[in-house]
């Protein structure tokens, strides 16, 4: 079972809506939760990185979340632009010196005009 | 900010030739690299873990006879997939762990290799 839930697999939002994304996790020890986002046939480019004492993050119009107690984390995109077209991956690091990272399957986001 | 390199950015080759992938860290030294295999519509999965000056560590069900990683340098790591066939056809990104940071700010993704076996 994956350790990394994200929600939901796929949604679409109208150019200048906004929206939110869901990523639930159980993995422990938690050292950092990141939000990245690969537009397709790309490599993941990061968008917001928070440690379990951080409970929110922005970088431009996204925002990120984490309730480190409920494990739960989110990913608002405010007034989406088509160039938001992606899909979003919710990533956990693991506390140990490897930097290894669960992944959650990630969520399509399609923005259209 | 810290740029990690892949060449080439994407190769068709026949069933049975080996391929190499190159990944650099362009601005920074990296000890450790990751290497992941994407398929369409999934998330990255790990396949080995590199470090310079050893030899790699593979995920379980990985061959580390068919997908050969040699990280001889600080800033380059490669992963040949040797004898490839249609079903090693896929999107092949590395991840780059910088050693000078202490900040957890620390690990870039390449820009991503698609592999096509005919």
């Known amino acids: 079972k994956n350790q990394v839930e994200q929600s939901p697999q796929s949604l679409i939002i109208l150019e200048g809506k906004n929206c939110t994304l869901q990523?639930?996790?159980?993995?422990?020890?938690?050292?950092?939760l990141r939000w990245y986002k690969q537009d397709t046939g790309r490599g993941p480019v990061s968008l917001t990185i928070m440690t379990f004492s951080e409970n929110t993050k922005s970088n431009g119009r996204y925002t990120a979340t984490l309730d480190a107690d409920t494990k739960q984390s989110s990913l608002h995109i405010t007034a989406s632009q088509l160039s938001d077209s992606a899909s979003y991956i919710c990533?956990?690091?693991?506390?140990?010196?490897?930097?290894?990272?669960?992944f959650g399957a990630g969520t399509q986001v399609v923005v259209t005009p | 900010g810290a740029v990690v390199s892949q060449h080439p950015s994407w190769v068709i080759c026949k069933s049975g030739t080996s391929v190499k992938i190159e990944c650099r860290s362009l601005d920074f030294q990296a000890t450790t690299m990751f290497w992941y295999r994407q398929f369409p519509k999934q998330s990255l999965m790990l396949m080995a873990t590199?470090?310079?000056?050893?030899?790699?560590?593979?995920e379980q069900g990985v061959e580390k006879d068919k997908f050969l990683i040699n990280h001889a340098s600080l800033t380059l790591s490669t992963l040949t997939v040797t004898s490839a066939h249609p079903e090693d056809s896929s999107f092949y990104i590395c991840?780059?762990?910088?050693?000078?940071?202490?900040?957890?700010?620390?690990?870039?993704f390449g820009p991503g290799t698609r592999l096509t076996v005919l």
């Open positions: 990523c639930n996790y159980t993995v422990s020890p938690f050292s950092n």
């Open positions: 991840r780059a762990r910088d050693s000078g940071r202490r900040s957890y700010n620390e690990q870039f």
């Open positions: 990533v956990v690091s693991l506390t140990d010196s490897w930097g290894k990272l669960q």
């Open positions: 590199s470090n310079e000056g050893s030899k790699a560590t593979y």
